[in-house]
């Protein structure tokens, strides 16, 4: 069977260029993938403590049997560090690595955008558009939109208080259901294509993604874009269906369809990042907010 291959528009800092690495230790001989599981001792710690300026930050630290060097990245969405090391590499020196980097990881943190979460009055873009969340107790229902006073958009939420974040978040997750289904169904009637199915998922990693199969798989968080980007993302992975590479042949398909490809682009290389800060709190699932020592 041959495998399924998977391609998509990847987010601008899963990989961070800029990571620290020590080099000097092997991962040893192929085949020792297993192995590296037996090299962490049951006692062996899942982090380790970086102090910087009075501030603690926790480091994931993880083996890896392809790691040749110890390497700091910050992964941007959950804002967590995590430390990759050789399968034999030294817990002392990844926390000698780590701790000489203390100044690299305040400073990568401290340059995130601030998280923002759900919230009574909080502002979040639904297509592209500011709306204030103002949590309505006393109505029936989940989630919806309506106009304020002086025609400020309004996402309004009903329930108790602790259920605000949840209701928003499932709110935009089924607008943008509704949206990326629709503009990828538009595409494929164009391309004379076929959809399995299309999927939203919080991810982290890329913005949509498609496979031979015709399943169709983007981030929810599309929906707090402009209508053009996520038009844009629609296309872009519904041409896979034909081109499943990015050859001048597929940009050329893509450009057809969608001429602003370019302007989508540049708006995602320079907001992209800002729409992961959304629904998150600042300690929510992320240990590495610095904290007086």
């Given at each position: 069977m041959t495998p399924r291959k998977r391609t998509g528009w990847w987010l601008p800092f899963v990989s961070d260029r800029g990571a620290a690495?020590?080099?000097?230790?092997?991962?040893?001989?192929?085949?020792?993938?297993l192995r590296a599981l037996l090299y962490r001792r049951p006692s062996e710690p899942q982090s380790i403590q970086v102090v910087f300026e009075r501030a603690i930050y926790l480091v994931r630290v993880r083996r890896h049997r392809?790691?040749?060097?110890?390497?700091?990245?910050?992964?941007?969405?959950t804002r967590e560090v995590v430390l990759t090391m050789p399968p034999r590499g030294s817990l002392k020196q990844a926390k000698e690595f780590a701790q000489k980097h203390g100044a690299w990881i305040a400073a990568r943190l401290h340059r995130l955008p601030v998280a923002?979460?759900?919230?009574?009055?909080?502002?979040?873009?639904?297509?592209?558009?500011?709306?204030?969340?103002?949590?309505?107790?006393?109505?029936?229902?989940?989630?919806?939109?309506?106009?304020?006073?002086?025609n400020e958009p309004l996402l309004c939420v009903a329930g108790d208080a602790p259920h605000v974040d949840r209701r928003v978040g499932d709110f935009l997750r089924r607008q943008a259901r509704h949206d990326l289904d629709a503009a990828s169904r538009r595409a494929a009637e164009k391309l004379g294509v076929t959809i399995k199915r299309v999927s939203v998922r919080d991810?982290?990693?890329?913005?949509?993604?498609?496979?031979?199969?015709?399943?169709?798989?983007y981030s929810w968080r599309l929906i707090l874009a402009p209508p053009f980007v996520l038009e844009y993302l629609a296309i872009h992975e519904v041409a896979h269906l034909v081109e499943m590479n990015h050859s001048p042949r597929f940009w050329r398909l893509v450009l057809r369809l969608c001429p602003d490809a370019g302007q989508a682009k540049s708006w995602l290389d320079a907001h992209g990042t800002d729409l992961h800060r959304y629904g998150f709190s600042d300690d929510a699932g992320n240990q590495n907010t610095p904290v007086t020592a």
């Open positions: 690495t020590r080099g000097g230790s092997t991962a040893g001989p192929p085949g020792t993938g392809q790691a040749r060097r110890y390497t700091l990245r910050i992964h941007a969405p923002l979460p759900f919230a009574d009055g909080a502002m979040v873009p639904l297509r592209g558009v500011e709306h204030r969340i103002v949590h309505r107790p006393g109505r029936r229902g989940t989630a919806w939109t309506e106009t304020g006073e002086g991810q982290s990693s890329r913005w949509g993604s498609c496979s031979t199969t015709g399943v169709l798989s």
